[in-house]
């Protein structure tokens, strides 16, 4: 096997390039790992136990749990603090601060990486479009989906996608055979 001679530019942009992809890759990498620990955090909330009190209005760990556990089983729907103070009867004002005590994250944070999670996902495993994904993470604008998923990940859905696809590529369908059993 030879190599065959390369001007020091192009050896040059083929490294850089590289460069750029391990660094793209690393970025991707941590931002997902760090949804996961927020979602790991988010379920320690939810199954964290305490003892209720018998105060009425003081809430409990199991509130807290029943409201994060909320927030992840209705992430698709338009969810908003008021409506989920309503549902669980707080006051907006002391829900909010209380999801931030012990969650460290604003509801709107929770809420978010959640979607980007399952958005993240369905890039994944899915070939459906963004405006469908946009619709089936409960959020309606697709342009301000795209920015998110950008500011989350590091990179667009687009080429989130892409660079998914290429390591987990969808079997392809061979014929009618495929379909039986």
């Given at each position: 096997m030879f190599l065959k001679p390369a001007m020091p530019q192009d050896v040059l942009r083929?490294?850089?390039a590289a460069k750029d992809k391990i660094l793209q890759r690393r970025r991707e990498e941590d931002a997902k790992r760090q949804m996961e620990m927020e979602l790991q955090n988010l379920s320690k909330v939810a199954s964290a136990t305490q003892k209720p009190t018998d105060e009425p209005g003081i809430p409990t760990e199991e509130d807290i749990t029943q409201v994060v556990g909320y927030i992840r089983k209705h992430y698709q729907?338009?969810?908003n603090l008021a409506a989920l103070a309503e549902e669980?009867?707080?006051?907006?004002v002391y829900l909010s601060r209380l999801i931030k005590k012990k969650s460290g994250h604003t509801f709107t944070e929770l809420l978010t990486s959640?979607?980007?999670y399952h958005a993240a996902r369905l890039l994944r495993d899915t070939v459906l479009k963004n405006g469908e994904i946009c619709?089936?993470?409960g959020m309606?604008?697709?342009?301000?989906?795209?920015?998110?998923?950008?500011?989350t990940y590091g990179v667009s859905p687009q080429q989130y996608r892409k660079q998914h696809r290429q390591e987990n590529p969808l079997p392809e369908l061979n014929g009618e055979d495929d379909f039986e059993n």
């Open positions: 083929a490294v850089g729907e338009p969810l669980f009867h707080f006051n907006p959640v979607r980007m619709t089936q993470i309606g604008d697709e342009r301000y989906f795209s920015q998110v998923f950008l500011r």
